[in-house]
């Protein structure tokens, strides 16, 4: 197995999204497209979207190699 710059891309944004849904920092929590999201429909929900689309980009950046 061995994975190309699209999946360590896919890892690092899934791992950037991760650490922003857990640790809350001012530079993700405050910025533009999460601010509207969670306006829209709050901040629990946002938190499961974007944690929700984190372990889908982990699941393609690991299982796609095995196509």
Do not use: C, H
């Not at 197995?1 to 405050?30: C, H, R, S």
């Not at 699941?59 to 190699?65: D, E, G, H, T, Y």
């Amino acid at each position: 197995m061995q994975l190309d710059l699209l999946n360590i891309l896919l890892l690092l944004v899934a791992a950037y999204y991760l650490v922003g849904v857990t640790l809350k920092p001012a530079f993700f929590w405050e910025r533009g497209r999460i601010l509207r999201t969670r306006n829209i429909i709050g901040d629990q929900k946002t938190l499961i979207l974007y944690t929700v689309l984190a372990f889908i980009m982990i699941a393609v950046a690991l299982f796609s190699p095995f196509r």
